[in-house]
T-cell receptor, first 114, second 114 residues
Framework: NAGVTQTPKFQVLKTGQSMTLQCAQD?????MYWYRQDPGMGLRLIYY???????DKGEVPNGYNVSRLNKREFSLRLESAAPSQTSVYFC?????????????FGDGTRLSIL | QKEVEQDPGPLSVPEGAIVSLNCTYS??????FMWYRQYSRKGPELLMY????GNKEDGRFTAQVDKSSKYISLFIRDSQPSDSATYLC??????????????FGKGTLLTVNP
C-alpha cells in the first residue's frame, strides 16, 4: 500500500538550475498539495489542486509552478532554483475537495540549492 | 500574534508517563482540528481528527478541544519509546476564502526514554 510517493528523495542543485519534483498517489484522492517544511517555520502550503484540472496558489507560491497531470499525479517545478528554496518538500493528498479535510503525506524530497 | 502557537519543546519523558501536548490559536473561525505525528525524515501522518469542541479517544491517544479558550490538547497515556516523534497540530475554518486551508503549528519534539 504505497499511499503518496515522492521522487526523488534527495537532490542537490546549483543556483539557477531547474528541477521537477514528482508526486503520485494511489488512493483515488481528488485533492493534492505541495508544502515546504523549514526549521522554525513549520509546514507552508505552496500550491494545491482541489480536483483534476485545477490548481491554485497557496501561502508561498513565488518561484514555483505546478502541473496536475491526471488524478494521480501532481508535480512541482522550480524554474530557476535559489538558495532560499533549500527545504524539505512534502506532497499530500485528501479524498475531498475541501482544504480542511485530513491530508495524507508522502515522505518528502530533501532539496539543497548551492 | 501568530494564528497557531505550539511549544517546540523538546519534551523528554520516561516510558509510561502521560504526555500532554498543546496548541493555542487566535482565529475563532477554526472548527476542524487535527494532530499529526512525524517521525524523523518521514512525512506527517494523521493521528486524530476532531470537529468543534469536545474530546475524542483512540487507544492511548485523547484529543481535546476547548473552543472557548482557543486551546487544543493531545494526551498520550502509557507513553512508549515508539511515540518519540514530532507532533504537529493543524486546524482549519469551515467554508470559503483563505480560511479554507490547514494551518499547522510548528511541532513539538517528544522523546520517550526507556
Amino acid at each position: 500500500n504505497a499511499g503518496v510517493t515522492q521522487t526523488p528523495k534527495f537532490q542537490v542543485l546549483k543556483t539557477g538550475q531547474s528541477m521537477t519534483l514528482q508526486c503520485a498517489q494511489d488512493m483515488n484522492h481528488n485533492s493534492m498539495y505541495w508544502y515546504r517544511q523549514d526549521p522554525g517555520m513549520g509546514l507552508r502550503l505552496i500550491y494545491y489542486s482541489a480536483s483534476e484540472g485545477t490548481t491554485d496558489k497557496g501561502e508561498v507560491p513565488n518561484g514555483y509552478n505546478v502541473s496536475r497531470l491526471n488524478k494521480r499525479e501532481f508535480s512541482l517545478r522550480l524554474e530557476s532554483a535559489a538558495p532560499s528554496q533549500t527545504s524539505v518538500y512534502f506532497c499530500a493528498s485528501s479524498a475531498y475537495r475541501q482544504l480542511n479535510q485530513p491530508q495524507h503525506f508522502g515522505d518528502g524530497t530533501r532539496l539543497s540549492i548551492l | 500574534q501568530k494564528e497557531v502557537e505550539q511549544d517546540p519543546g523538546p519534551l523528554s519523558v520516561p516510558e509510561g508517563a502521560i504526555v500532554s501536548l498543546n496548541c493555542t490559536y487566535s482565529n475563532s473561525a477554526f472548527q476542524y482540528f487535527m494532530w499529526y505525528r512525524q517521525y524523523s525524515r518521514k512525512g506527517p501522518e494523521l493521528l486524530m481528527y476532531t470537529y468543534s469542541s469536545g474530546n475524542k479517544e483512540d487507544g492511548r491517544f485523547t484529543a481535546q478541544v476547548d473552543k472557548s479558550s482557543k486551546y487544543i490538547s493531545l494526551f498520550i497515556r502509557d507513553s512508549q519509546p515508539s511515540d518519540s516523534a514530532t507532533y504537529l497540530c493543524a486546524m482549519s475554518a469551515g467554508e470559503g476564502g483563505s480560511n479554507y486551508k490547514l494551518t499547522f503549528g510548528k511541532g513539538t519534539l517528544l522523546t520517550v526514554n526507556p
